[in-house]
């Protein structure tokens, strides 16, 4: 290796980081949903704020808090755990209200 050249990484190491990131996100994101999921959960309710955007970055700031308490160590695990934490979101938003744009005015 030619030194000040940077090692290009195999594709099976790029799988074991991504699926290793995704299993530990996985075990902590249930904790992350009820600690702080619910309050934030609750707050929506109480403000109607129902748009899919709120549950995206609920979703994302609950992720990086959990992240954060965890290992803040890397910012780039930081970044892929809010961007799981983005879709939990939405997913959360849409089991719960559908694809109404404002489910409290379709009922």
């Avoid at 902590?28 to 704020?49: E, H, N, T």
């Avoid at 970044?79 to 934490?85: D, E, H, N, Q, W």
């Avoid at 979101?89 to 379709?106: D, T, W």
Wanted: overall charge neutral; glycine content about 8%; hydrophobic content about 55%.
């Amino acid at each position: 290796m030619v030194r000040g050249m940077s090692r290009t990484r195999s594709l099976t190491e790029l799988f074991n980081d991504l699926s290793g990131l995704v299993t530990l996100y996985s075990m902590f994101s249930f904790a992350a949903m009820i600690v702080f999921g619910s309050p934030l959960l609750y707050l929506y309710r109480l403000l109607d704020w129902t748009s899919l955007w709120s549950f995206a970055a609920g979703g994302a700031v609950c992720a990086a808090i959990t992240y954060t308490i965890m290992d803040a160590s890397n910012w780039q695990s930081l970044v892929m755990f809010s961007v799981l934490g983005t879709i939990e979101g939405v997913i959360l938003r849409l089991v719960l209200f559908g694809v109404a744009s404002r489910p409290s005015a379709c009922a």
